[in-house]
């Protein structure tokens, strides 16, 4: 009996290990649980929208667990209101500061995959919808693949009289806390696609917060900032005839009362910003080949919009 003990003993501790995690929210769960939830993605990824329902875990995780670590806000940006919904891990992005954590949410309709950044303290920094089960509706074929940076390509495409048109943008979350396109190309006509500003909502209260154009296909947006020097823009031009495009999100820092600067890591872009009246000029003094065409710049006047006028509110 003596020399079953330790054998006993040995059997009760893996036992004990291997107890499963309760993830259905009714219970708090441990920051290292959640994370090891999340199985090590192999890279590079990639996934088709056809495959979509298929590419989760058959893990469960309830939505109480994950608001233990990811705000409401970023479930609000992606779902909205609605709250009934299944969540499934599909895997894990380990870099030496973020982890990426690639989701399926579905409801009753759709399901969508989704992207949650987390810091190594498991602190949330960023959220992205990567595809949804509708974007077929369309008439694309959408995939996205994923390298070891990361970067998030998402790719649509589609075959027209056996021409086969495509469009690829590049995502990557930077350091500033969000998610932006550091590449795009397509073989489609420019004016049959639609220009989305991603930065549209945010607050515009500083000084030289607005929109700045040129016409229909070249402007300027500009956001606040997490303070009164420092802005979120946006930046969309098309010259050429459409021919030759840019496009870049980032942050601007002011280096004096009318000028400021675009500088990232890992991007050799840089611009500059010179506000003058009702009008700022952009200048790229970097490399900015990854955000534009070869054969354009970003180097151009753009005037500010008027904002319209707020209708008074009836006593």
């Not at 590079?44 to 329902?53: R, V």
């Not at 667990?65 to 709250?83: C, H, M, W, Y």
């Not at 795009?184 to 917060?209: C, F, G, M, V, Y």
């Amino acid at each position: 009996m003596k020399k079953c003990l330790p054998i006993i003993l040995l059997l009760f501790l893996v036992a004990c290990k291997e107890k499963k995690i309760d993830f259905s929210g009714e219970v708090p769960v441990k920051e290292k649980d959640f994370i090891a939830a999340f199985k090590p993605l192999p890279l590079p990824y990639s996934l088709l929208d056809t495959g979509i329902n298929g590419a989760a875990d058959s893990l469960t995780i309830g939505i109480k667990v994950f608001e233990q670590f990811i705000p409401d806000s970023a479930f609000t940006s992606i779902l909205g209101k609605n709250r009934k919904v299944s969540i499934r891990p599909v895997g894990k992005i380990k870099k030496e500061k973020e982890n990426y954590l690639l989701t399926l949410i579905s409801t009753k309709s759709e399901t969508k995959l989704v992207v949650f950044v987390l810091d190594a303290k498991t602190k949330f920094l960023g959220v992205k919808e990567l595809m949804s089960s509708k974007d077929q509706e369309d008439g694309y074929q959408h995939a996205v693949s994923i390298n070891k940076e990361p970067t998030f390509m998402l790719v649509k495409e589609k075959t027209i009289k056996e021409t086969n048109l495509f469009t690829r943008t590049g995502w990557v979350y930077n350091n500033a806390g969000f998610f932006m396109v550091v590449i795009t190309d397509s073989n489609e006509d420019p004016k049959k696609q639609q220009i989305i500003n991603p930065i549209d909502t945010l607050a515009r209260k500083n000084k030289w917060s607005g929109d700045y154009v040129k016409d229909k296909k070249s402007y300027v947006s500009i956001r606040d900032g997490k303070d009164v020097n420092s802005y979120t823009f946006f930046i969309h031009f098309e010259k050429n005839e459409g021919t030759c495009i840019g496009e870049l999100k980032g942050n601007m820092t002011m280096k004096s009362n009318k000028t400021g600067i675009y500088t990232a890591n890992a991007d050799p872009c840089i611009i500059d910003f010179n506000f003058e009246g009702s009008e700022v000029n952009v200048k790229e003094q970097g490399s900015c080949g990854n955000h534009r065409g070869i054969k354009c710049f970003f180097n151009d006047s753009f005037q500010r919009k008027r904002e319209p006028k707020q209708k008074a509110s009836k006593k």
